[in-house]
């Protein structure tokens, strides 16, 4: 490349002859059969909103700097791009402005696309991706139905998260602070039938798979650690009088059996929902419950809601010493940790001292401190310490009484020793049109049967006027009726979406063989993966990168690839911040790229952006910076 040096520097015509360059000579093509050590640095790919963003151009001029340091220093290196195509925005979108999703997305990649180009990233660009392309999602299918044959895909009618307003259901990882993470509506519970994926089947390897990613960082491994939430204790069986029935309570501090003074259900336990179908005073309470920000992800505010409950008619009977307590309904419980019951120790859990004192129940003190010396906060004592009024255990320490009691449980058969998670199946059913299709097919005979591998990708229809917000699939008869594969009869075809999250916990791989027609992955899977380094916020420590690490678990097991992890580095840079606040149309403080590519050029701009803050910290937009940059560049 011949370039004439003039004294006035010109963004527009160097980057323009350099960008050429770089293309005519396939300077960013990746090649399998290259003898040097590989490098495959990937940064999180964006959602196709039409442009790009300050955010986007931080994350992905600090990965195309390493790429091209590490392309310098001789190594191999692969940087590819797609876009995560689907989602709810699309068809919000489309609705709004009377087009159709697929029309609207694929507009917004070639934008972008363009604008990604301008600013000179080394991508591989022949290895391009799009999510919502059935060349990519006829792969997810396919494995999906790999799963179905192992067990790890199945349909249950399960309590979920319903947004009201984008009409679909949301993860708990998905709703923030009782609201839809996309619509900010609050979310509602609802008990529908929807598909599982059995992610709690490799909670233990996950977990254990932590210690071994040693360049994460703390925080995100702390995060994903606690969502997994292993926790061992005794499973204990509370007969309920009167009845021939049991409730089931999961306690990791069997040492307090003692001081139980009430027996606490979620809102939406089995035995829970039975009684209000029964007790409008109890339906009326539970159906409160349900609108309120309990699920599991906002577990935090926990702390902070003020304990509520309702008592039932009925009694339970501490299976040690025969005590009869109430059992109540209350808003604190969970239904996705244990067992959804509790056995209320008010005298040693701090959320069950605060609903007994509420409501005036029996704080009955079975733990002493082992520091004579240390006295009780309000009667509240959490900690290990000495038995007392606890029978036969008295004057034992926590440790040796949690293990005498567990003993006891077992030999009376009230109770086994059990390993248990926070973690719980994901539910991967949408109700909307913009998804993969899920490729079910039920007929009255047959029941529940696979779509044929030969039959795959059940394709999006397209062919029809886009304008309704609930689950256009299901009014698309030419698309959900169908012959059994089986029988031949008439039968109907799974109407539900993927989740959008199940598109993008595989990318990573693809991206090695993007163009592959016959497999999901190849041989060059294996020759790339893992990533050596991803690079994405630190918001999806839990959206993404936990869901992320059970599929390569799972295509590993499907003999896909070899290695146990995607990712074997993860870096998480800081936001672009205006005015100290994250950038937002709602607060007018969005800074558009292109005007400052077209102003200044692109190199300014990842200039600006790479010297103005560590990467890891947040960045402070600052026009006089960006002048700054461009002053330093032009000499």
């Known amino acids: 490349m011949s370039m004439k040096i003039n004294k006035t520097y010109s963004a527009r015509d160097v980057e323009k002859e350099a960008q050429s360059y770089w293309s005519s000579a396939k300077t960013f093509l990746a090649d399998e059969h290259n003898p040097r050590e590989k490098f495959y640095s990937l940064c999180m790919f964006p959602y196709p909103s039409g442009n790009i963003h300050m955010g986007h151009v931080r994350n992905y001029s600090i990965g195309d700097a390493i790429i091209r340091y590490q392309k310098m220093c001789g ?6 791009m797609g876009w995560d195509a689907f989602g709810l925005p699309a068809e919000n979108a489309a609705i709004k402005n009377n087009t159709h999703p697929a029309s609207w997305t694929y507009k917004n990649i070639n934008n972008m696309r363009k604008q990604l180009k ?11 991706i799009a999510t919502c392309s059935p060349d990519y999602y006829r792969w997810e299918q396919w494995l999906f139905l790999r799963l179905y044959e192992r067990g790890l895909a199945y349909k249950k009618k399960s309590v979920v998260n319903w947004d009201p307003v984008d009409e679909t259901v949301l993860t708990n990882e998905q709703v923030i602070n009782g609201r839809g993470w996309r619509s900010d509506a609050l979310v509602e519970k609802r008990e529908i039938s929807q598909w599982f994926l059995k992610i709690t089947d490799y909670a233990e390897e996950l977990l254990d798979g932590l210690n071994h990613l040693e360049e994460w960082p703390v925080q995100v491994k702390t995060m994903q650690k606690n969502w997994i939430g292993k926790s061992t204790g005794v499973q204990v069986s509370f007969k309920i009088k009167g009845t021939g029935n049991t409730v089931e309570v999961f306690t990791s501090r069997p040492d307090t059996i003692f001081g139980c003074s009430f027996i606490a259900l979620a809102p939406d336990h089995s035995f829970a929902r039975e009684l209000s179908e029964q007790e409008p005073d109890i339906k009326l309470f539970t159906d409160k419950c349900m609108q309120m920000s309990t699920t599991e992800s906002d577990e935090s505010d926990l702390a902070t809601l003020t304990k509520k409950g309702t008592q039932t008619d009925y009694i339970a009977i501490n299976p040690l010493n025969g005590e009869e307590v109430p059992i109540w309904i209350a808003n604190y419980i969970l239904s996705s940790y244990g067992t959804g019951a509790i056995m209320g120790v008010p005298a040693h859990d701090e959320r069950d001292h605060e609903f007994a004192c509420f409501y005036n129940l029996p704080v009955k003190h079975v733990i002493k401190p082992v520091d004579k010396e240390s006295a009780n906060i309000e009667g509240l004592f959490t900690g290990k310490g000495i038995l007392i009024n606890s029978g036969e255990f008295n004057g034992l320490v926590s440790d040796d009484a949690i293990e005498g009691v567990t003993q006891k449980l077992r030999e009376i058969k009230a109770g086994t020793f059990e390993t248990k998670y926070r973690l719980r199946d994901w539910g991967v059913s949408r109700q909307r049109y913009w998804g993969a299709p899920i490729p079910i097919i039920y007929c009255d005979d047959c029941g529940t049967v696979p779509v044929p591998e030969n039959d795959l990708p059940v394709v999006l229809p397209k062919e029809f006027e886009f304008t309704d917000k609930s689950n256009v699939l299901k009014n698309i008869p030419e698309f959900y009726n169908v012959k059994c594969p089986s029988c031949g009869k008439s039968a109907v075809r799974e109407t539900d979406t993927f989740d959008t999250f199940v598109e993008s916990s595989w990318y990573s791989a693809r991206f090695t063989c993007a163009d592959q027609p016959n497999m999901m992955l190849d041989e060059r899977a294996d ?34 690839l070899t290695s146990d992890e995607p990712f074997v580095r993860l870096f998480t840079q800081g936001m672009v911040l205006k005015d100290g606040s994250k950038m937002s149309k709602s607060k007018g403080n969005v800074v558009n790229p292109q005007d400052y590519i077209d102003n200044y050029g692109a190199d300014t701009l990842c200039l600006f952006m790479m010297f103005s803050a560590p990467p890891e910290q947040q960045l402070e937009w600052s026009d006089s910076g960006v002048d700054g940059a461009h002053i330093a560049k032009s000499y």
Do not use: C, T
Not at 75 to 80: C, D, E, G, I, S
Not at 118 to 128: H, I, L, N, T
Not at 527 to 548: F, M, N, R, S, T
């Open 75 to 80: 190594k191999n290196v692969f940087q590819p």
């Open 118 to 128: 301008q600013m000179g990233y080394g991508y591989d660009w022949s290895r391009e």
């Open 527 to 560: 020759y790339w993966a893992p990533v050596d380094l991803y690079i994405g916020g630190i918001e999806h420590a839990i959206l993404h990168l936990l869901y992320a690490r059970f599929i390569h678990k799972v295509m590993r097991d499907e003999g896909l």
